[in-house]
């Protein structure tokens, strides 16, 4: 059988419907699970990997830099963020969302229980945040800054958790890119808002502000939606953006 011959027969394959090759994804390092303690001396868990600690400027391997010599940004982080498109572009106990790596993880003591949304000890480690992505509330370990506090493009909020200042959006979390909290509309991708709609914390949640979003006062919507409470729903349960219909503005308010 000539070279040609069997080139032809393997393109055939695959666009039969022949096995792909299996996919890789990059080393993330030691698997860990948030309270297991088993990351060896001078590392923590963090996004589901033992990741070396710079604790009062500790030595970074090469190609990462010390996030801040103090617990809880005190983490060795790539020197430039890494934004992802596909789940494999991401270490295996992580997926992409939004062009971030991040992980579902437990509670920060190991156990199973559920954390707690908008509150200020939500329960998760300093690498993760409390937030309903899959239907329930769970623990999501967040992808470190890079050096400049960037952050790859894609989520909700463009901040890094650590600000310039020094300061903190979401107080006791790392040096993190937040996926929806923020301090100012400046940390939020053009178009969304700062809302407020959780009282017992300081920060915000980025957010278009329309039908479904929730809200503590009307500045949590976007012009054409009022705050309200969900028909049928109780008082007790929380106010929702809803969309006014025939207003000037409620097409881009429902297509945002």
Request: proline share 7%; hydrophobic share 35%; with cysteine.
């Amino acid at each position: 059988m000539g070279r040609s011959t069997l080139i032809a027969l393997l393109l055939a394959a695959v666009a039969c419907g022949g096995e792909s090759p299996p996919l890789t994804y990059p080393d993330g390092g030691q698997f860990c699970t948030a309270g297991s303690h088993t990351c060896p001396t001078g590392t923590r868990c963090a996004n589901s990997y033992c990741t070396t600690t710079c604790t009062g400027g500790a030595a970074c391997p090469s190609g990462t830099f010390c996030s801040g010599s103090n617990f809880p940004d005190d983490l060795c982080a790539p020197v430039t963020s890494k934004a992802c498109a596909l789940a494999n572009d991401c270490p295996i106990a992580q997926t992409c969302f939004q062009g971030r790596c991040i992980s579902l993880e437990v509670v920060a003591d190991g156990g199973v229980e559920s954390c707690v949304v908008g509150v200020p000890q939500d329960k998760c480690a300093p690498d993760a945040i409390c937030m309903t992505l899959t239907g329930a509330p769970g623990c999501i370990g967040l992808q470190p800054c890079a050096q400049g506090g960037s952050c790859p493009a894609g989520a909700m909020s463009t901040a890094c958790n650590l600000q310039p200042d020094g300061g903190h959006v979401v107080p006791g979390k790392g040096a993190v890119c937040l996926l929806a909290q923020c301090g100012t509309v400046s940390d939020c991708k053009a178009g969304a808002l700062c809302a407020h709609p959780f009282s017992a914390v300081t920060y915000g949640n980025c957010q278009l502000g329309i039908t479904g979003d929730p809200c503590a006062s009307g500045a949590d919507c976007v012009s054409a939606a009022n705050c309200q409470v969900p028909a049928g729903g109780a008082a007790d349960a929380g106010m929702q953006c809803k969309c006014v219909i025939n207003t000037p503005d409620a097409g881009a308010c429902a297509g945002k």
